[in-house]
């Protein structure tokens, strides 16, 4: 049986994690507040034999060191699909065994995605931050992973061509 100081305890400690997650929240809301950002350009992706639309990607732009990927799923697509895009987007730089542990990072902080979801990759200089709805997900200081982390889209050997030069703003 609690007693009333252990009962009162979990109440100030249920209280303190509530406050965080608020404040965690509001910390990536204002980081990720896209009137902050200027919009470069968007496209709608489409995959496979009958250009399934899977979701709008948006690249947006604050300053000379912050760039923002932002994906808007159209879909489901459960993780394992996700890290078939990562491979093969970064099939052009697989073999360099300096970017090997970025590439797996990406892998491991890719999160299965529903119909609605945002999921916003954040490059401020070397420091790279996942999220996912407005939830940061996962951050990483390695300039590898800032480097790599928007190649499939924006990268001089971008997955698609066209849709590169639609999120560049060149279409």
């Known amino acids: 049986m609690l ?20 404040n965690s929240a509001d910390a990536a809301s204002a980081e990720l507040d896209r009137e902050s950002f200027s919009l470069v350009g968007e496209a709608l992706v489409e995959v496979g034999p009958f250009d399934l639309d899977v979701y709008q990607a948006r690249h947006f732009t604050r300053n000379a060191n912050e760039t923002l990927v932002e994906l808007t799923y159209l879909r489901d697509v459960p993780r394992y699909l996700s890290l ?5 987007g970064f099939e052009h730089i697989e073999s360099d065994p300096d ?3 970025a ?8 999160p299965d995605l ?12 070397s ?9 940061l997900v996962s ?3 390695s300039p590898n992973v800032a480097r790599i982390i928007h190649s499939p889209w924006i990268g001089d050997e971008a997955l698609d061509l066209e849709i590169r030069a ?3 703003g060149k279409e």
């Open 127 to 135: 420091v790279t931050r996942l999220y996912l709805n407005n939830l």
């Open 166 to 168: 639609q999120l560049l």
């Open 84 to 88: 078939k895009g990562w491979d093969k």
């Open 103 to 110: 590439m797996e990072w990406v892998r491991s902080n890719t």
């Open 3 to 22: 007693t009333r100081d252990k009962k009162m305890g979990l109440r100030v400690g249920f209280l303190a994690v509530v406050f965080v997650l608020a």
């Open 139 to 141: 951050d990483s200081n």
């Open 114 to 125: 529903k119909e609605g979801d945002r999921f916003a990759m954040l490059v401020k200089g």
């Open 99 to 101: 970017l090997k542990l």
